[in-house]
């Protein structure tokens, strides 16, 4: 089981990045996914999720309204667009799946560092 997540980077405020997490070693589209983050000296935190069965999502309220969430089953990825980005979003971000949203995350990728700077 693996899963692998990219896309991070330095972005100035205001701006945009996609992270994408691909998935392996299991059948993917059988498990809701969801991205979380961590700052340094702050607990992780659960950002999104989206369910395996109809694609419902849900979103924490410091992302709602700024981060996307979507799934490909084809490609086993899990992409999160993430706009209107601001400084405290400067985290390590990290996926994972679980058998449904709402229920604790089993499967973890290794992260992604996103920092937002001007």
């Known amino acids: 089981v693996q899963l692998q997540a990219s896309g991070g980077g330095l972005v100035q405020p205001g701006g945009s990045l996609r992270l994408s997490c691909v998935a392996s070693?299991?059948?993917?589209?059988?498990?809701?996914a969801g991205w979380f983050r961590q700052a340094p000296g702050k607990e992780r935190e659960w950002l999104s999720c989206i369910s395996s069965y109809d694609g419902s999502t849900y979103y924490g309220d410091s992302v709602k309204g700024r981060f996307t969430i979507s799934r490909d089953n084809g490609k086993n990825t899990v992409s999160l667009q993430m706009n209107s980005l601001k400084p405290e979003d400067t985290a390590v971000y990290y996926c994972?799946?679980?058998?449904?949203?709402?229920?604790?995350?089993?499967?973890w990728g290794q992260g992604t560092q996103v920092t937002v700077s001007s």
């Open positions: 070693g299991f059948t993917f589209r059988d498990y809701a």
């Open positions: 994972a799946t679980t058998v449904s949203c709402g229920t604790e995350f089993d499967f």
